[in-house]
């Protein structure tokens, strides 16, 4: 309490108050310390019940706050495939998060089962922006207290992209300028970025390491690589913390079936083969069509890794943890093994249990015969690997959530923006 109450070390001692006051002494004090304590101890509590009192209203805006031992997320595209699984990791770990979506691709179904399992003041909240609006998107970072961002938001199918290229850069690559651009005005300095194996192209060697030259050959695998760039080149002169995740083919679904897969039946021709599969198998399409038959691999169809979302997201919360200022991490997300798309398909049909009747046509512009990952950078410097390896099993998931789930999330309607 000595900073509150100056000593009278420098006084002369004096009969006058009947009492002395010597040097290294402050017997003399000792009748005024405890009016002035009761005061110092009144005005404490009286604030912290402020505080508790203002904390619990509904005026007051957790997420605007920077709490001790609460790290606040932003996702972008949140209510996507990918990134909705992301924010159910985060919030299954205690993370603060707020999701940004404009639902041109994400599903508000899928807030609303977080929303649902989080309802807690101050765990989520749902906003819906476009991130191309410069104005909305400083406005939500000045309105809220965000630690790191997961930028997951994007268009991203490789066919789409080759014919409408104009809408994948500006979607991708200046969507993500302005991102960081507000970040680096509102002092946001961890940034996860999700980015793709499209920046590669068609390598000449086999498995991709991350010293891969990066030579992409399809819109999509372009702007994102731009946009690489452009993080990149602004880390160098900002103490940011930067980890860009290249990942694989995506697969599979929230083991406890709360969530999944479910895209614009428009983007179906667009979609992932493992869409295609399940559709088949329900009878939404006719049949699966794969597409290319004569690239030079093995059977004649292309190669890909297959990457379990559940795996994928872990590689974002250990990349979070791992971010350090003033660094860049880049590190392709794989298993490290090809497999066929004529492999995929015998699984998908061994995990539905239906005889999907298979289409075999051209190939898709912009497509590549054969890419698989070396993930031993990650592996070693995050310490993740890749635990559901198993094709059948993934595929077993995911054909659970579309089973109990034949139109998706439906389409509820925009509910409550804040939980």
Same mark, same amino acid.
């Given at each position: 309490m000595s900073p509150m109450f100056p000593a009278n070390r420098n006084r002369t001692p004096s009969r006058a108050n009947g009492s002395w006051s010597l040097p290294g002494s402050e017997y003399g004090d000792s009748r005024k310390k405890p009016h002035y304590l009761w005061r110092f101890l009144l005005t404490a509590l009286l604030t912290a019940a402020c505080i508790i009192i203002l904390k619990q209203s509904s005026g007051y805006n957790r997420f605007s706050h920077h709490d001790p031992g609460v790290t606040h997320v932003l996702v972008t595209g949140g209510a996507g495939y990918i990134g909705s699984h992301a924010a159910l990791r985060l919030l299954r770990d205690k993370y603060r998060v707020t999701i940004v979506d404009n639902l041109s691709r994400g599903n508000m179904g899928a807030v609303k089962v977080l929303q649902e399992?989080?309802?807690?003041?101050?765990? $989520?909240?749902?906003?819906?922006?476009?991130?191309?609006?410069?104005? %909305? =998107?400083?406005?939500?970072?000045?309105?809220?207290?965000?630690? %790191?961002?997961?930028?997951? %938001?994007?268009?991203?199918?490789?066919?789409?992209?080759?014919?409408?290229?104009?809408?994948?850069?500006?979607?991708?690559?200046?969507?993500?300028?302005?991102?960081?651009?507000?970040?680096?005005?509102?002092?946001?300095?961890?940034?996860?970025?999700?980015?793709?194996?499209?920046?590669?192209?068609?390598?000449?060697?086999?498995?991709?390491t991350e010293e891969t030259p990066q030579v992409p050959i399809n819109p999509y695998g372009k702007a994102k690589k731009m946009a690489e760039d452009i993080i990149i080149d602004f880390s160098k002169r900002s103490n940011m913390a930067v980890m860009i995740l290249r990942y694989f083919n995506v697969i599979g679904s929230d083991p406890d079936?709360?969530?999944?897969?479910?895209?614009?039946? !428009?983007?179906? !021709?667009?979609?992932?083969?493992?869409?295609?599969?399940?559709?088949?198998?329900?009878?939404?399409?006719?049949?699966?069509?794969?597409?290319?038959?004569?690239?030079?691999?093995?059977?004649?169809?292309?190669?890909?890794?297959?990457?379990? =979302?559940?795996? $994928?997201?872990?590689? @974002?919360?250990?990349?979070?943890? @791992?971010?350090?200022?003033?660094?860049?991490?880049?590190?392709?997300?794989?298993?490290?093994?090809?497999?066929?798309?004529? !492999?995929?398909?015998?699984?998908c049909k061994a995990a539905t249990g239906m005889d999907v009747k298979v289409e075999y046509l051209s190939r898709r512009p912009g497509d590549y015969a054969?890419?698989?990952?070396?993930?031993?950078?990650?592996?070693?410097? $995050?310490?993740?690997?890749?635990?559901?390896?198993?094709?059948?099993?993934?595929?077993?998931? %995911?054909?659970?959530?579309?089973?109990?789930?034949?139109?998706?999330?439906?389409?509820?309607?925009?509910?409550?923006?804040?939980?």
């Open positions: 399992m989080f309802p807690e003041p101050g765990r $989520l909240q749902f906003i819906f922006a476009d991130l191309g609006d410069s104005k %909305a =998107v400083n406005k939500i970072f000045s309105e809220n207290a965000f630690d %790191a961002v997961m930028h997951f %938001a994007a268009v991203a199918y490789v066919g789409e992209s080759t014919l409408e290229p104009l809408r994948y850069y500006h979607n991708i690559t200046a969507n993500t300028l302005t991102v960081l651009e507000a970040m680096a005005a509102h002092g946001v300095k961890t940034l996860i970025y999700s980015s793709t194996c499209a920046t590669y192209g068609q390598p000449e060697k086999m498995p991709i079936g709360r969530l999944g897969e479910a895209p614009r039946p !428009e983007l179906r !021709e667009h979609g992932r083969i493992s869409g295609a599969c399940f559709d088949a198998a329900l009878g939404i399409i006719p049949g699966l069509k794969v597409r290319g038959t004569d690239y030079e691999t093995a059977d004649g169809t292309c190669i890909r890794d297959y990457i379990d =979302v559940t795996d $994928l997201v872990d590689a @974002h919360v250990k990349a979070l943890d @791992h971010a350090m200022p003033k660094k860049v991490g880049i590190y392709n997300v794989g298993t490290g093994k090809g497999r066929s798309v004529k !492999e995929f398909v015998e699984a054969e890419v698989y990952s070396d993930p031993s950078k990650i592996n070693s410097e $995050l310490n993740w690997t890749a635990q559901r390896t198993d094709l059948k099993e993934s595929l077993g998931i %995911a054909w659970r959530w579309q089973k109990s789930h034949p139109k998706g999330y439906g389409t509820p309607s925009v509910g409550f923006l804040r939980a």
